[in-house]
């Protein structure tokens, strides 16, 4: 166990064997769904690189990746409401069946915004997974088609998820004790 992280950790909320088991469930229903296809996985970093690296290795059907870099919260713990695109995407996605790789579905303003972004270039398809979804700090309508867990309002970190570029390298996700962002 990682001691220098795990002060700062309130409780465990997603094991590592929790998590690894809900992301070979997933794989396997993208896989079953886009059969005969070859879908473009859409990388939302920073936050969603662990859960795509694994991801896509549970995905056994011919598919690509891609990634792309926003901006929407500063080092804060809530969005901001102003999103920017820090990378865009290497491929045009036209007439591309796309699936958007997020890590946590929070407000839903980062995903609003960037959902018409790439709707607006014309994919086949466009669907979106997200590891995590916050469903009661919602304040853009927008829903996933692929989720792997519901999560309680508080604030997560770890499995990719950071408090301040931190605690991305934590193999669970937990629930980090306010007293860090207070005093931050
Ligand atoms: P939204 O725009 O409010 O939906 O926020 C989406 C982004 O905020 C996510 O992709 C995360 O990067 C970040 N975020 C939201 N909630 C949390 C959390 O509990 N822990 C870490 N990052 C979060
Ligand atoms: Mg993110």
Same mark, same amino acid.
């Given at each position: 166990?990682?001691?220098?992280?795990?002060?700062?950790?309130? $409780?465990? /909320? /997603?094991?590592?064997? !929790?998590? *690894?088991? +809900?992301? #070979?469930?997933?794989?396997?229903?993208?896989?079953?769904?886009?059969?005969?296809? !070859?879908?473009? =996985?859409?990388?939302?970093? +920073?936050?969603?690189?662990?859960?795509? #690296?694994?991801?896509?290795?549970?995905?056994?059907?011919?598919?690509?990746?891609?990634?792309?870099?926003?901006?929407?919260?500063?080092?804060?713990?809530?969005?901001?409401?102003?999103?920017?695109? =820090? $990378?865009?995407?290497?491929?045009?996605?036209?007439?591309?069946?796309?699936?958007?790789?997020?890590?946590?579905?929070?407000?839903?303003?980062?995903?609003?915004?960037?959902?018409?972004?790439?709707?607006?270039?014309?994919? #086949?398809?466009?669907?979106?997974?997200? /590891? /995590?979804?916050?469903?009661?700090?919602?304040? *853009?309508?927008?829903?996933?088609?692929?989720?792997?867990?519901?999560?309680?309002?508080?604030?997560?970190?770890?499995?990719?998820?950071?408090?301040? !570029?931190?605690?991305?390298? =934590?193999?669970?996700?937990?629930?980090?004790?306010?007293?860090?962002? !207070?005093?931050?």
């Amino acid at each position: 166990m990682s001691s220098c992280m795990e002060k700062d950790i309130e $409780k465990i /909320l /997603l094991s590592q064997e !929790e998590l *690894k088991n +809900r992301v #070979a469930q997933l794989g396997a229903q993208i896989s079953a769904d886009y059969a005969g296809k !070859e879908p473009v =996985l859409v990388s939302v970093l +920073r936050g969603s690189y662990i859960f795509m #690296a694994d991801l896509t290795r549970a995905i056994d059907c011919m598919c690509r990746v891609d990634f792309m870099a926003v901006s929407s919260y500063g080092s804060g713990t809530a969005s901001s409401g102003q999103v920017n695109i =820090l $990378k865009d995407l290497s491929d045009s996605i036209e007439g591309k069946d796309i699936i958007v790789v997020e890590d946590i579905l929070d407000s839903g303003n980062t995903l609003f915004y960037l959902m018409q972004v790439l709707q607006a270039r014309h994919p #086949a398809s466009i669907k979106l997974c997200t /590891l /995590l979804d916050k469903p009661s700090r919602r304040t *853009k309508p927008i829903q996933a088609d692929y989720s792997g867990f519901e999560v309680p309002d508080a604030f997560v970190v770890g499995y990719g998820l950071d408090y301040d !570029e931190k605690y991305r390298n =934590l193999p669970y996700i937990g629930i980090l004790k306010p007293q860090v962002y !207070e005093k931050g």
